[in-house]
């Protein structure tokens, strides 16, 4: 066996079969596409290889297989080779199980199942990507550090540089860990309550449970909305569509989606961008942002509030502002805002929960639209977030 290799574990082979042709189509002249069907099997076999001197840039396992678990052979494989790059592929997703692949084998990717073909290609081709450039690092270290002592400074600031490059990434895998963790020990919590109590609980008790319930699934979601949304834009897999539309539209169709919130709230929210606008950006993306920007402003500002969004020029921009009346942000929050490495979550007016993601989100998407993103705020002053977007060509 002389290539390199890519090993699939999964106790179905039906699975088995689907991964090793669609590898193998797409990975077959430069890797071999190895198979088992057990962790306890997998284990062994990639003992032997490592013996043997053979590469195994990506390991792809199921999570619910009889004997030992998915979680647990990733772990024991990155102890063997921390540089492998590790993906568990389940439909039966276990937030522990996830949780444990994180934090003991340093999971690349979590791909349910059934997957899309495309998907799975361009994670592994990109986690390949990801281990041979791991392995050229590694290799560039160790020939500085056998050069002579005026090249040690050279080495220190290279080590700066990798760190920094995977702060975001450890950022990003804690946030996973712990954020999906919390929800869901509240939704188990509250369900629990109310099947163990559903003939104590008179109906007023009963609505109460149902509500709580429903907003730490809406919190949750829209966690694993944002996690997907930064994910796709970290790995390159989001195209940015440029088209020309109307902001005042966008805006009018997301204060809709918001209304409920405002409302309960009394919230008065304002549309002041002239209809007559016309930017050049992706919408969708466009779109994501005034959402997440006009719901933290409804999060932020007390009962009877009032929000305004507004527009001006500025030279080949439009610039946009969602101003509140809100609690504002102090100075030290302020400079952390739009920082992955940092964690910035608040609570809100009505004790709304965010997920963390939402602003770095918003910088990334007007990043890619070829514009900026920046906010002006104090405690008690309400908050302004501007953001600016090209002109139509």
């Known amino acids: 066996m002389g290539k390199q290799v890519i090993l699939c574990i999964d106790d179905e082979e039906i699975i088995l079969d689907a991964l090793e042709e669609q590898l193998n ?11 088992s069907d057990s962790g306890e099997d997998a284990l062994e076999f990639f003992r032997e290889l490592q013996e043997e001197n053979i590469h195994v840039p990506v390991v792809i396992s199921d999570y619910i297989m009889p004997g030992m678990k998915g979680d647990e052979l990733l772990k024991e494989i990155h102890k063997l080779s921390p540089g492998s790059l590790k993906i568990l592929l389940t439909g039966q997703a276990s937030i522990e199980g996830i949780g444990n692949a994180i934090n003991n084998a340093q999971l690349y990717r979590f791909i349910a199942k059934p997957w899309d073909k495309d998907d799975l290609v361009l994670t592994v081709r990109e986690a390949i990507k990801s281990f041979f450039q791991e392995l050229q690092i590694r290799k560039q270290n160790e ?35 712990h954020d999906l963790k919390t929800p869901f020990n509240a939704l188990l919590g509250l ?23 429903n907003a730490s699934s809406k919190n949750t979601y829209n966690l694993i909305q944002n996690l997907l949304e930064w994910s796709r834009a970290q790995t390159g897999r989001i195209v940015v569509n440029q088209t020309e539309f109307i902001p005042h539209e966008v805006v009018f169709e997301n204060i809709g989606v918001l209304a409920k919130h405002s409302d ?31 719901s933290n402003a409804i999060k932020f500002t007390n009962q009877k509030g009032r929000i305004e969004i507004n527009a001006s020029e500025n030279g080949r921009f439009w610039q946009f502002c969602i101003s509140d009346s809100g609690i504002g942000i102090d100075a030290e929050t302020l400079s952390k805002l739009f920082d992955i490495t940092e964690k910035t979550q608040r609570i809100g007016t009505a004790n709304e929960e965010g997920t963390g993601l939402g602003l770095i989100l918003c910088k990334e998407f007007i990043i890619k639209n070829r514009g900026n993103i920046f906010v002006e705020s104090g405690p008690g002053t309400g908050s302004k977030f501007y953001i600016t977007l090209p002109k139509t060509n």
């Open 25 to 35: 189509n797409f990975f077959g002249t430069e890797y071999d596409i190895e198979t």
């Open 143 to 177: 020939e500085l550090k056998k050069l002579n002592s005026s090249l040690e400074e050279k080495v220190k600031l290279r080590t700066q540089e990798l760190s920094i490059a995977n702060a975001s990434k450890d950022k990003f895998f804690s946030i996973i860990a």
């Open 191 to 213: 369900t629990d309550a109310l099947v163990q109590n559903w003939e104590i609980f008179d109906d007023k008790n009963k609505i109460e449970f149902i509500k709580d319930l």
């Open 264 to 294: 309960s709230k009394q919230i008065e929210v304002i549309n002041n961008v002239p209809v007559e606008i016309v930017c050049h950006g992706d919408r969708n993306m466009i779109s994501t942002v005034f959402r997440n920007l006009i």
